[in-house]
């Protein structure tokens, strides 16, 4: 994936790549996250997938499953993912 842009802001709906602390900006593994805020304040290091455009409420719900240290506090297993507008870059 890119680097993201210097002005690239993580706002409600917003899919990104989840990376680890050494993993340089853009880079990414397996594990993805929507973000739930309006707008969370993150720095440019995630590299974006898309924005969710059916099923927010459902995400806003799963959001609030966790701690106030937000580590999850419920399994949640997603069974359907449909990705629309897919733009493949050469």
Do not use: C, W
């Amino acid at each position: 994936m890119d680097k993201p842009k210097p002005n690239t802001r993580y706002t409600h709906g917003v899919v990104a790549m989840a990376k680890g602390s050494t993993q340089p900006p853009g880079s990414g593994s397996s594990q993805f996250f929507v973000v739930t805020g309006q707008d969370v304040g993150l720095p440019p290091d995630y590299a974006v997938m898309g924005k969710v455009s059916k099923g927010i409420a459902t995400a806003d719900r799963i959001g609030k499953l966790g701690d106030s240290s937000e580590k999850p506090t419920f399994t949640v297993v997603i069974k359907k993912v449909k990705a629309t507008n897919v733009v493949a870059r050469p």
